[in-house]
């Protein structure tokens, strides 16, 4: 596959970036000493671990890229017959990248205890709640999230969408379609598919 140029992606050294992600050990072996983060995720991709891929891209993105991600493979796994308190936590996390203020984040980060931690909808508003701000009250002293949390939320609600997406027939097909779709945004695009569909006003 080729990830043509990642404009959204910093250079930085992967094994930086990486060190606080749930990689595993195979992984790990194609992390090269000095290698950029845009380096090891060809390899990885080159070497079929398309998972590990997608984790590693969900950390080198923009944190707000990254949890569109997130909401695009949501949106795709979400049934048409969903509950309307998950719709609405998934609504919750796409109006945050839209407006990225805090009362949304909150309010998106509620949506998520709302509904449990099962779903791709609530990772991916996990995600927009770690992406900024404080973890702690408002009128409390700022505690920022660990900058690795996003990326372990993208990460989460992949492999949540994985096993929910009706679409392909296998898990591999699935990440590869993931994948797919977060080259789009590191490259500038909007990671949306032809066939995706639409976000939805939160409300």
């Excluded at 949304?104 to 779903?119: D, F, P, W």
Aim: glycine share 8%.
């Amino acid at each position: 596959m080729d990830i043509g140029t990642l404009k959204k992606v910093a250079p930085a050294p992967a094994k930086e970036l990486c060190e606080d992600l749930q990689l595993d050990d195979e992984a790990k072996a194609f992390l090269l000493e000095g290698q950029d983060v845009q380096a090891y995720i060809k390899g990885l991709i080159d070497a079929g671990m398309l998972e590990a891929a997608c984790k590693v891209l969900a950390r080198a993105l923009p944190r707000r890229e990254a949890v569109w991600w997130a909401c695009v493979c949501a949106r795709r796994a979400l049934p048409t017959d969903a509950p309307a308190q998950l719709a609405q936590t998934l609504a919750a996390a796409e109006a945050w990248v839209y407006k990225p203020a805090d009362e949304i984040r909150r309010g998106a980060y509620a949506k998520a205890e709302e509904v449990g931690l099962l779903t791709p909808s609530a990772w991916a508003a996990m995600a927009a709640f770690w992406a900024d701000g404080s973890m702690g009250p408002p009128d409390a002293p700022a505690v920022p999230a660990p900058a690795h949390l996003t990326a372990i939320a993208v990460g989460g609600a992949m492999a949540l969408a994985a096993v929910a997406d009706p679409e392909p027939d296998n898990i591999m097909a699935a990440w590869e379609s993931f994948l797919t779709r977060g080259l789009d945004i590191a490259q500038g695009g909007n990671g949306r598919l032809p066939d995706d569909p639409p976000a939805q006003a939160a409300g």
